[in-house]
Nanobody, 123 residues
Framework: VQLQASGGGLVQAGGSLRLSCAAS????????MAWFRQAPGEEREFVAG????????LTADFVKGRFTISRNNAKNSVYLQMNSVKPEDTAVYYC?????????????????WGQGTLVTVSS
């Protein structure tokens, strides 16, 4: 599976942004998908995930109520809708695909990664 993330950019605090991740291959629906982010000098952290089995979602507490993950298996794509963004949301955002069961929140559990897209939130 090859992943291509897009949609990052510069946004003002309180604004919205929608990230997209397009996957190649015909087995996209088998993969659990997630978004991680990494700020300069920080470790990569889990933001949100969506399972392959039933499409259930898990969102990190620090973005709960603001960010929403979704997927469209017909389009081999996963999305991250980011609302009410804050300067601390500034990071490179990565999409990832993994074959494990349930919600996978560790980077080590993911097999494939996109190249990342930079989100910068100005105050």
């Amino acid at each position: 599976v090859q992943l291509q993330a897009s949609g990052g950019g510069l946004v003002q605090a309180g604004g919205s942004l929608r990230l997209s991740c397009a996957a190649s291959g015909r087995t996209f629906s088998y993969y659990g998908m997630a978004w991680f982010r990494q700020a300069p000098g920080e470790e990569r952290e889990f933001v949100a995930g969506i399972t392959a089995s039933d499409g259930s979602t898990l969102t990190a507490d620090f973005v709960k109520g603001r960010f929403t993950i979704s997927r469209n298996n017909a389009k081999n794509s996963v999305y991250l809708q980011m609302n009410s963004v804050k300067p601390e949301d500034t990071a490179v955002y990565y999409c990832a695909a993994g074959l494990g069961a349930g919600h996978l929140t560790s980077p080590a559990q993911y097999n494939y990664w996109g190249q990342g897209t930079l989100v910068t939130v100005s105050s």
